[in-house]
């Protein structure tokens, strides 16, 4: 089967080093998209409204590439606009299940959040254990000025199952956007995500996590452009990998000319739990605008011996000591989630992948 | 607050032409003939031509990067790969032609050869001109030639190891290398012996529309230590030179070498050198490097740390000014257990120039208990330049520990304040500031390098404060 070429960094280094891009094999990608109702939605306020739409007429700046975008812009099963209007921070959830007739999802999702606006948004994608199934999604959000968001995307899909995201921001003046990813599903998991600061003084926090486990392979390709002064990004990304997981991370923060006094920092930490898993990471920092701040770090390695051993001295076995090492690592970033059902699903999924 | 001016590095030593005479140009352009045309004149035994032609085959199959800078400016047909000076190869300063002796003279190299080195090789264009070493060294059997001899001379060694640590299929301009090589040293330290006192190869490009392809190959076997310093320069012209050298490193067992680069080529020259370095069991291999030239760099030295315990170690620094994209990294591929890298660069971008560190650290599943370190610090003088950032990192066994840190950002307002609140002008101020930013990569040079990286940073501060 031919390779697919998908997930573009915005800018290139050596062929060699293999990050280019992400090139996969055996994917299929359905040609005729079935129907998918398994969809169940939470709303606490009439003021966020959420409608079905045929229009998903939007551009993207990046996108997985253009077999996924133009399959979700002109054959996605399942278009919905989100419109913010609350004052308030309340909560949407969007909960899509997949089963045996709902097995491919190719979904579009318009998030409008209105001048001064407040909510929080939660994405789920779920599944049950044994079928391969197929996400092909976008997310498209446009925080107007002065709006306070938090975007919540959650993967829990099968090890067996192919998941393909492109999410792409615009912040206006003073928009503050919080996403948070959760990354645990599917064989492969393919993300891709661009924010563009365009408003002075917008700001977006980027948090993700990703588990591995099996032969499962996630490439997450975070990029984000500073255009507005006093603008400000912060991507943290923490991971666990065990038995032949993969995980390629490319960060890009990229300040444009005129972002004066903006800043972004970036860091993206790997817990190596098997000697067969393999970690890469491409941190990139490209600046155009003097007055600046950038910051990146990256690290990847073992658990500290020194805490596994602390926590095995207290009782724990070796199993029980790394989920509390994971747990540890992650609660940074799951602390952010204020909805406390999702944040124990969360939990309980990191201790049955690690079980 | 107004900007402070900070100028360009004064190039009028490195700007000094003379005619272009030689014995021997070679036609422009790249094609079999002109290969064996060069090899016949430097009277090589056949297998070395046959490489060349090989290389030549490699060099026409193999793409252009499809990354980094632009170098579509390249034509090969307006380049002539060979150039022989009116020179032979000479020991002794007072055999050299005047006009090439002066040019080496104003450069400083008699100078720092007789005050601080064990051993100095100049090259002029395609060949050595001159090379000579302390007495005491021969007698410990350490040599020290120009590539040509080399292969003449010693082809055992050369054939085990010239271009078997960089294959020329490792890039296309390898493979030009590997085709019109002409010129570098060859070093080969015996076991255990230790060269306390650094040798020193310099190398001048005179002739325009010309190219350098110098070949160094040193050999450091176990136990045995070296200190090597490499300097390069060439004065500017209109149209575009090629430097496309290639420096293979063999660190054996317990060995150790540095190996220190000053290069300050003109800016209209595109510097597409490779250098590589497999270091063995226990051995340590340090890359000293300041980057101030070139129009375009493409420099990434790498080293392989194959032998269990090996140890590698970049400081590196680049300036890029107007006209300039320079695109310098580092590479360390870690192959057994226990190894370490440690990796320091800084650049400083102005005036519309580029400077972009991009870099490989892979630590391979048999690295156990390996460690790497990365840091990277950028600084932007005004806000036409451009500085990027763009690591890879690869680690593929949970017993590796690795982290990389990088910043970006311009000379900080505080410290200017807190500076000039001591009674220091702005001026001085941000001059210190920025010497302090490149002192942790000139402490690693020598000293007389120390000071010419100095001046090299040329710091002229102007305007009113306000």
């Known amino acids: ?355 | 607050m107004a900007k402070t001016k900070i100028e360009d590095i004064n190039r009028n030593i490195y700007d000094i032409k003379n005619e272009d005479e030689y014995e021997f140009k070679i036609e422009k352009g790249l094609t079999p003939d002109i290969i064996k045309e060069i090899s016949k004149q430097k009277n090589e035994p056949d297998w070395m031509r046959d490489f060349r032609l090989k290389a030549l085959e490699i060099y026409n199959k193999l793409e252009l990067p499809t990354w980094g800078p632009d170098i579509s400016e390249l034509n090969m047909n307006d380049i002539a790969t060979y150039v022989k000076p009116k020179s032979k190869l000479n020991s002794s300063w007072d055999d050299v032609p005047e006009d090439i002796k002066n040019t080496f003279d104003k450069l400083g190299i008699p100078e720092a050869e007789k005050e601080s080195l064990a051993g100095v090789g100049a090259q002029y264009d395609s060949e050595v001109v001159y090379h000579s070493m302390k007495e005491e060294l021969i007698k410990q059997g350490v040599i020290y030639t120009d590539m040509e001899t080399a292969v003449k001379k010693y082809p055992g060694i050369v054939k085990e190891h010239f271009m078997k640590c960089v294959p020329i299929y490792d890039h296309k301009f390898v493979a030009l290398h590997g085709a019109v090589w002409s010129g570098g040293s060859f070093v080969y330290v015996p076991e255990g012996v230790k060269v306390d006192i650094p040798l020193q190869s310099y190398f001048r490009l005179n002739s325009p529309e010309a190219g350098q392809f110098e070949h160094t190959l040193i050999i450091v076997n176990e136990g045995a230590s070296l200190h090597f310093i490499e300097g390069c320069s060439a004065p500017k012209y209109n149209k575009v030179n090629l430097h496309a050298g290639c420096v293979e490193l063999y660190v054996k067992d317990n060995a150790h070498l540095r190996y220190s680069t000053i290069e300050n080529w003109s800016k209209n020259m595109l510097n597409l050198n490779t250098k590589k370095a497999l270091v063995g069991k226990n051995a340590s291999m340090e890359w000293v490097s300041g980057s101030f030239g070139s129009k375009v760099s493409m420099l990434y030295p790498m080293s392989i740390l194959n032998g269990e315990g090996a140890k590698t170690e970049f400081t590196g620094i680049s300036f890029a000014g107007k006209g300039q994209n320079l695109d310098n990294g580092f590479k360390v591929v870690h192959n057994a257990p226990n190894t370490s890298s440690v990796v320091n660069s800084k650049s400083i971008s102005k005036d519309g120039g580029k400077c972009t560190y991009r870099a490989l650290t892979r630590i391979n599943k048999q690295a156990k208990k390996s460690k790497g370190m990365v840091s990277c610090e950028s600084l932007m003088l005004d806000d036409i330049s451009i500085s990027d950032t763009i690591p890879v990192n690869d680690v593929r066994t949970e017993t590796a520990e690795f982290s990389h840190e990088a910043k970006i950002g311009k000379i900080s307002d505080k410290a200017i304040f807190y500076l000039m609140s001591r009674g220091m002008s702005e001026e001085d101020a941000k001059a210190m500031i920025v010497r302090g930013f490149a002192y942790p990569i000139s402490k690693e040079l020598p000293v007389e390098y120390a000071v010419e990286m100095n001046n090299l940073i040329n710091l002229e501060l102007e305007g009113a404060i306000g």
């Open chain 1, 1 to 355: 089967m031919e390779k697919i070429k998908l997930n573009e960094t915005p800018v290139r280094t050596s062929r060699n080093f293999n990050m280019n891009n992400i090139k996969l094999e055996n994917i299929k990608i359905p040609k005729v998209i079935k129907t998918f109702d398994n969809i169940s939605i939470n709303n606490e306020t009439s003021k966020i409204q959420i409608e079905k739409t045929s229009n998903n007429n939007y551009d993207l700046t990046y996108g997985l590439g253009n077999i996924f975008t133009n399959q979700v812009k002109n054959n996605s099963n399942q278009s919905l606009k989100v419109q913010v209007d609350s004052k308030t921070n309340k909560e949407l959830q969007i909960d899509f299940k997949f089963d045996s007739n709902n097995s491919n999802l190719v979904d579009s999702i318009i998030i409008n959040a209105n001048e001064s606006s407040k909510g929080t948004i939660i994405i789920k994608y779920l599944s049950d254990e044994n079928k391969e199934y197929y996400h092909n999604g976008i997310i498209k959000l446009f925080a107007k000025k002065n709006s306070n968001i938090n975007v919540i995307v959650v993967n829990l899909l099968n090890s067996n199952s192919n998941n393909f995201v492109s999410i792409d921001n615009e912040l206006c003046e003073n928009a503050n956007v919080n996403y948070t990813i959760i990354d645990f599903g599917g064989k492969n998991s393919i993300s891709n995500y661009y924010s563009n600061l365009k408003g002075e003084h917008s700001s977006n926090s980027l948090n993700s996590i990703y588990l591995g486990k099996e032969n499962q392979l996630f490439d997450l390709n975070y990029i984000a452009e500073l255009r507005g002064i006093k603008t400000n990004i912060d991507i943290e990304v923490q991971g666990a990998l065990t038995d032949k997981a993969i995980k390629h991370f490319k960060g890009t923060i990229d300040f444009k000319k005129g972002a004066k006094k903006a800043k972004g920092n970036e860091n993206e930490s790997c817990m190596l739990l098997s000697d067969n898993a393999k970690s890469l990471a491409l941190p990139m920092l490209l600046c155009s605008e003097e007055d600046v701040e950038g910051n990146h770090s990256s690290s990847s390695g073992k658990t500290g011996e020194k805490e596994l051993f602390y926590i095995m001295s207290r009782g724990f076995d070796i199993k029980e000591a790394m989920k509390l090492m994971v747990r540890a690592k992650f609660n940074k970033i799951l602390e952010n989630i204020k909805n406390e059902d999702l944040k124990n699903q969360i939990i309980n999924e990191i201790d049955k992948k690690l079980d």
